[in-house]
Structure formats: C-alpha cells, structure tokens
C-alpha cells in the first residue's frame, strides 16, 4: 500500500475530486428530474419510471427548501403511489406494506453453520481450500441456507426503489439529506445507516467515489470490530461459523499470491485511493479506538478489495452442480469458457458432474420430459409482467416443483430439466420483489 501511494500520488484522482463536490444536493437537477417526471407520467403514462424520476428529484432537492416539498407532493400524486400505501399515508416514509413473503426457515440446523440446514457441511483440502458439501440427497426447491448478508448494496438500477439500509421494495422513500446516492424507507433506517457505515461513506460519494460500497462497508465494519474480531480468531470455538460475526468475513480468502501482479497493483491503487479520501476528509481515524490505526485501516481496505473478487459458493454431490446466477452455468456456459472463469476467479478446476463428463450446454441437450404448455403461458405472462399477483406466483412455484419432482429419476442432462430448475429461480425472485399495480 505504502509503495503504491507513494507511486501514484500525483495522480488526478488525489487532487480534483477534492476540489468540487461533484454529486451534492442540487434543486436545479431535482427540478431537471420532476420535469422528466412529469413528462413520462402525463405524456406517455408510464407511472413506473416516472415514480423512479419523482424519487430522483427528491434525492437531490436542497434540505427544507420549497423544491423538497414540490417534489414530495408530486410523487403522492393521485395515480402513482401504490394504492395499500396511498390508503395508510401519503407522505410519511413509514413501511406499510411488505413485497415479499416472510423469510423462511431452516428445520434442520447445522450444529456447526448457524445458518444452514443439517444437508451439508464444510470441508477443507489442500486441492479445493475450504468448501460446502451436500450431505444427502437435495431436491429442487430444499432450503438449505438462510443467512442475513453481512453488507449489501442496491443495485444501481434499484436504487429509486429500494431501501439502502433494509433493501425493502418502498414507494416513498426519504433521501439521505447530504448526499444525492442513497435514500431510506424510515427514519429508523436513516437513523441506522448515519450511526455506522454512512457517516464515514456519505461524504465519498459526494465526491464522487461511488463504486466499490460493498467493499468499503465490509472494511468500515472491519474498523469498529478489529478488537472483537482479534478476540474471536484467539478463541477456537471448534469450527462453528456464525452469521453476522466479522471473524468469518475476515478469513475469506484473497489470493493475493495467485493473482496476476496486475490485477492485485489495481486492487491496491482502490484501496489506496479510499485510504487518502477516508483519511483526509472523515473522522474514521480520529473516532476509531485502536493501536496503529493507521496501517489497519490501510491493511483492511486492501484485504477486502483483494476477497471480493474471489468467493464462490459451490455445492457438491450428489448429482449436480449448478451455480445457478452466475455466468458459470454448464445450461449456457461451454466447459472450457466455464473452467477458464473458475481458474481467473476462484483459482480452482472444477470436477463437478457437467464437467468431467463434459456436457454439451443447453440448447445441445435432447429436450427430455415436456413441460406442460399451459404452465409455460402462464409463465410467459409473468415475464410481461401482465400478471403478477402473490396468489399465481406461489401457484405456479408449486407447479414448477411438480413438473421438476416428475423429472426425476429420467437421465439427465436433459434441457428441459436444466430449464424448469432455471425457471424455478426466477419464480423465488418474482416471489421477492413484486411490483405491484405497475
Ligand atoms: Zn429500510
Ligand atoms: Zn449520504
Ligand atoms: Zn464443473
């Protein structure tokens, strides 16, 4: 870190970021927003986009000015907000109404994984490192893990919709009231997110340092719980892994000597660039109560840059795996281009099923048992978002999971089986996010 700061510090990014405040509260921009606002609600009655670009305006209204209230009250607009909400307030920032299900539960818990099922367990080689393995046989739709995340982030494409602090779906948010980056469902969220983690972060953003939060939230974190965090690695509680404890986060792995010299220069440059911001324009340092602070801050920021590049979750035995989100599915992604991703990623070979025996990728596939055309238009109507309900998509995930459990038992690969597991996720996600009455 030491080398690269001194190496780079005449660099742009050290100096003309400090000297204008790139992304503060601005009401001609929240005034640019309304007007586009207005546009797409009255032209071209698209309520939707419309909410977002009201949201938006709120986010960068100047506090208490005349614009802030403009802007509230065109977003409580007859039409827009959603009507459950609208019913119970029109202007406060209260959640009302939840857009998902409750979060399930384990039945089974793992004496040793706080948050898994007792179907599979930790294993650690000199060949794999440390990793997850199936205990017995796991069938589509099995929980397996229920875990808060330990830091999150909004998608930048969500971040007119969902809370920063609970990533709540919310209709009528409240912006945070010195940066235009992130907004609130309640006060209780605001009030949280300003005790922890924004304090440090909110004043980067306005500098435009706005990449990389999932990154600088662990390693603040890492900041108030380093003395804790010392403690729990002296003290071998047998393996347990806890969820929401730092311990965890901190020994994932980096694989600072695996990576190209290249990628580890510009992971350090990040972290040295956040260490100069963190430094010079917060108070982390002066409100942090350790030994060496300094080289800490410096230590954490480079090893969290370094670890999120490099953490997969992988479930082994008995049939597949199946990595399900990411670009790294043998149903679309080719063995090689899939172990090439691994190898750069994760730094490991994969010997799963589809790659030892080489699976062609989904559309080589004999198509296998037929999944029923009345279960696919339904689908397809969920897809256009025409219907959306709570009642069809739990209705149609019972059904995916029959169609899946009359699968069994026939070879696979097959496409159709690769398609109704793919099918199946997408469905846990409308069940988690509905939009509702757009
Ligand atoms: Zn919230
Ligand atoms: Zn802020
Ligand atoms: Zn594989």
């Keep these: 870190m030491d080398y690269v700061y001194k190496l780079t510090k005449k660099l742009p990014i050290f100096h003309e970021k400090s000297q204008k405040m790139q992304y503060k509260k601005s009401d001609e921009n929240s005034l640019k927003y309304r007007k586009e606002g207005n ?61 998902h299900d409750s979060i399930p539960t384990i039945k089974n818990k793992n004496p040793l994984i706080d948050a898994a099922s007792d179907s599979v367990e930790i294993g650690k080689n000199e060949k794999w490192g440390r990793y997850v393995m199936a205990t017995k046989d ?36 409240i912006p945070c009231e010195n940066c235009t980056e992130v907004l609130y469902c309640s006060e209780n969220c605001r009030e949280q997110a300003n005790k922890t983690y924004h304090k440090y972060e909110c004043i980067l953003f306005q500098l435009g340092l706005r990449e990389q939060r999932l990154f600088l939230r662990v390693a603040l974190n890492g900041m108030s719980e380093y003395k804790n965090m010392k403690v729990d690695l002296m003290n071998d509680e047998g393996g347990i892994y806890r969820s929401g404890r730092y311990k965890e986060i901190y020994e994932l792995l980096t694989h600072k000597t695996d990576r190209a010299p ?37 230590e954490l920021l480079l090893h969290h840059t370094l670890s999120m590049h490099c953490n997969a979750t992988c479930i082994e035995k008995p049939k597949q795996i199946d990595f399900g989100q990411t670009d790294v599915s043998f149903n679309t992604t080719s063995k090689v281009q899939r172990q090439y991703e691994l ?56 059904d995916a999971f029959d169609i899946a459990s009359s699968m069994k038992g026939l070879p696979i690969p097959s496409r159709n089986y690769n398609y109704i597991n793919g099918i199946i996720c997408d469905l846990f996600i409308f069940q988690g996010n509905r939009l509702l009455d757009f």
Aim: charged share 30%; with cysteine.
């Design 138 to 173: 796991i069938k589509p739709g099995d929980i397996i893990c229920v875990e808060k995340p330990y830091a999150q982030e909004v998608a930048v494409t969500s971040k007119y919709l969902h809370c920063h602090e609970c990533l709540e779906l919310c209709y009528n948010m």
């Design 262 to 298: 290249y990628y580890v220069f510009q992971d350090t440059l990040e972290a040295v660039v956040f260490y100069h911001y963190l430094k010079n324009f917060t108070d982390i340092l002066k409100e942090t109560d350790i030994d060496n602070k300094e080289q800490v801050l410096k």
């Design 39 to 99: 546009e797409l609600f009255i032209r071209k009655k698209d309520n939707f986009k419309a909410l977002q670009l009201y949201t938006k305006s709120i986010a960068y209204a100047e506090n208490n000015g005349e614009n802030l209230s403009i802007a509230y009250a065109n977003r409580s607009a007859e039409k827009l907000l959603h009507r459950q909400q609208k019913a119970k307030s029109l202007e406060s920032s209260q959640k009302i109404y939840s857009y």
């Design 343 to 398: 190898q750069i990623h994760y730094h490991f070979t994969c010997e799963c099923e589809a790659c030892v025996k080489d699976w062609p990728t989904g559309e080589y596939l004999r198509a296998g048992k037929h999944i029923p055309k009345s279960f696919m238009e339904k689908m397809l109507k969920l897809y256009k978002q025409e219907i959306i309900d709570k009642s069809t998509v739990d209705k149609l995930l019972n």
